[in-house]
């Protein structure tokens, strides 16, 4: 496993509120440290420590746990608004926490990145609660579904030695999350060649490390090889949820992947039209799985977008007289100002949804998504970046405890979405 680091790595702005200590007062802006003649002494991180010169607390020592500093207490707000007391009331134990690989310090059961992010605590049972800054909860407990890999080294509250290993039923320990999530939902990746099993990792990359492949995986199913009718790369099933790919077809979009990459313009029978082809199957049999967690307003939405764009593909680019097919057909100048971000999009509003899905996946596509339908980029980002808005309401405490969590693990990041 890479060494990896939180995306919570930027450096935490520091706690508003007072300081005491002593008797004395001083007032923390930002984490500057004030004394009454309003100089600043030092600075207060949120994980609880601190550096400057005033009282026992001297430059020379570098940074102080403030549970360290005897009649020391911090009461105010984070940078985020959210209620900080410090060292608190709860006593915890004193280590370093791996957390899918991300090295965390624990001070005092505070749980907190190398740059003093506080993102949780870690108490003395090994359990892990993470502070939520988007519901301003400061202590949500994780679970055996939320909670990624861990490993913690050192003390308990009471001073004795403390080891702890969490690790997630039938995951393999030296990978990540979302290596670990991939390689669940697709049922015969160990069987699959180097290049296989790089194109299932590329194109569902994004989707494992936000959390919903497993949102998808557990309620919906697997993706696997097996008889899919003649003609289909994949199918997904309308009662039981999962994916059934065919193996040759599978072969030949990771062929067409690696010629074209995620787009295609391929030549029709009929001259001089071309069809554009979005070659990523996998992520577009878990857009079908995708669609069934969807809330019915999301779905809607997607609804309404499909037939907009329908009758928009049925005005400008009219099916060809001996055309029999569904799709979007195009002369090769028509390929930049299309309807559909592929020929298969028109078919309806599931394979629209799904070829979205797959166009969302990976970076260059996405790119091009953006620019030829940006409605369903949208939806797709609010998707990714705010679920509990749009999935069903059933999912949504688990997808917020899990994004969190997977934040914390540096696997939900910014550059997941970057361009
Ligand atoms: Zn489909």
Same mark, same amino acid.
């Given at each position: 496993?890479?060494?990896?680091?939180?995306?919570?790595?930027?450096?935490?702005?520091?706690?508003?509120?007072?300081?005491?200590?002593?008797?004395?007062?001083?007032?923390?802006?930002?984490?500057?440290?004030?004394?009454?003649?309003?100089?600043?002494?030092?600075?207060?991180?949120?994980?609880?420590?601190?550096?400057?010169?005033?009282?026992?607390?001297?430059?020379?020592?570098?940074?102080?746990?403030?549970?360290?500093?005897?009649?020391?207490?911090?009461?105010?707000?984070?940078?985020?608004?959210?209620?900080?007391?410090?060292?608190?009331?709860?006593?915890?134990?004193?280590?370093?926490?791996?957390?899918?690989?991300?090295?965390?310090?624990?001070?005092?059961?505070?749980?907190?990145?190398?740059?003093?992010?506080?993102?949780? /605590? $870690?108490?003395? +049972?090994?359990?892990? &609660?993470? =502070?939520?800054?988007? %519901?301003?909860?400061?202590?949500?407990? @994780?679970?055996?579904?939320?909670?990624?890999?861990?490993?913690?080294?050192?003390?308990?509250?009471?001073?004795?030695?403390?080891?702890?290993?969490?690790?997630?039923?039938?995951?393999?320990?030296?990978?990540?999350?979302?290596?670990?999530?991939?390689?669940?939902?697709?049922?015969?990746?160990?069987?699959?060649?180097?290049?296989?099993?790089?194109?299932?990792?590329?194109?569902?990359?994004?989707?494992?490390?936000?959390?919903?492949?497993?949102?998808?995986?557990?309620?919906?199913?697997?993706?696997?090889?097996?008889?899919?009718?003649?003609?289909?790369?994949?199918?997904?099933?309308?009662?039981?949820?999962?994916?059934?790919?065919?193996?040759? /077809? $599978?072969?030949? +979009?990771?062929?067409? &992947?690696? =010629?074209?990459?995620? %787009?295609?313009?391929?030549?029709?029978? @009929?001259?001089?039209?071309?069809?554009?082809?979005?070659?990523?199957?996998?992520?577009?049999?878990?857009?079908?799985?995708?669609?069934?967690?969807?809330?019915?307003?999301?779905?809607?939405?997607?609804?309404?977008?499909?037939?907009?764009?329908?009758?928009?593909?049925?005005?400008?680019?009219?099916?060809?007289?001996?055309?029999?097919?569904?799709?979007?057909?195009?002369?090769?100048?028509?390929?930049?100002?299309?309807?559909?971000?592929?020929?298969?999009?028109?078919?309806?509003?599931?394979?629209?949804?799904?070829?979205?899905?797959?166009?969302?996946?990976?970076?260059?596509?996405?790119?091009?998504?953006?620019?030829?339908?940006?409605?369903?980029?949208?939806?797709?980002?609010?998707?990714?970046?705010?679920?509990?808005?749009?999935?069903?309401?059933?999912?949504?405490?688990?997808?917020?405890?899990?994004?969190?969590?997977?934040?914390?693990?540096?696997?939900?990041?910014?550059?997941?979405?970057?361009?």
């Amino acid at each position: 496993m890479s060494t990896k680091i939180s995306t919570m790595s930027e450096q935490s702005e520091g706690p508003s509120g007072f300081i005491e200590l002593d008797g004395q007062m001083f007032v923390v802006d930002y984490g500057k440290i004030c004394a009454a003649d309003g100089a600043v002494v030092g600075f207060l991180f949120e994980d609880g420590y601190l550096k400057g010169n005033f009282g026992p607390v001297t430059e020379k020592n570098g940074l102080v746990a403030i549970d360290d500093i005897e009649g020391c207490i911090f009461r105010g707000i984070d940078s985020s608004g959210m209620e900080l007391d410090l060292p608190g009331v709860r006593v915890g134990p004193d280590g370093t926490l791996k957390y899918n690989g991300v090295v965390l310090t624990v001070i005092n059961g505070r749980l907190a990145t190398q740059n003093h992010r506080l993102v949780g /605590e $870690f108490d003395d +049972e090994g359990e892990v &609660y993470v =502070r939520d800054r988007e %519901l301003k909860e400061p202590r949500r407990k @994780l679970d055996e579904t939320t909670q990624l890999n861990l490993y913690f080294e050192g003390n308990k509250s009471d001073g004795s030695a403390f080891t702890h290993e969490f690790g997630r039923p039938l995951y393999r320990k030296n990978l990540t999350y979302s290596d670990n999530e991939i390689i669940r939902y697709f049922d015969d990746f160990d069987k699959l060649n180097t290049p296989q099993k790089q194109y299932v990792m590329e194109s569902m990359r994004l989707w494992a490390s936000c959390g919903l492949l497993q949102i998808v995986r557990k309620s919906e199913g697997v993706a696997q090889f097996g008889n899919v009718r003649h003609g289909a790369a994949g199918v997904t099933g309308v009662r039981h949820g999962n994916v059934t790919l065919d193996k040759e /077809e $599978f072969e030949k +979009e990771i062929m067409l &992947y690696k =010629r074209f990459g995620p %787009l295609a313009v391929i030549a029709i029978r @009929l001259q001089p039209y071309v069809e554009v082809r979005v070659n990523l199957v996998v992520s577009h049999e878990f857009g079908h799985q995708l669609e069934f967690v969807l809330s019915q307003a999301t779905q809607t939405l997607i609804t309404e977008l499909y037939e907009k764009h329908k009758a928009k593909s049925a005005r400008h680019y009219p099916l060809p007289n001996g055309y029999e097919g569904y799709a979007e057909v195009l002369t090769p100048q028509q390929v930049h100002q299309r309807v559909f971000i592929s020929g298969y999009a028109r078919t309806s509003m599931h394979e629209y949804w799904a070829e979205c899905v797959a166009a969302f996946s990976v970076r260059d596509s996405r790119k091009m998504l953006k620019e030829l339908d940006p409605a369903a980029y949208a939806i797709l980002r609010e998707v990714v970046t705010n679920p509990a808005k749009m999935i069903r309401p059933v999912f949504r405490e688990q997808i917020m405890d899990l994004q969190t969590s997977l934040r914390i693990g540096g696997e939900y990041t910014e550059e997941l979405l970057a361009e």
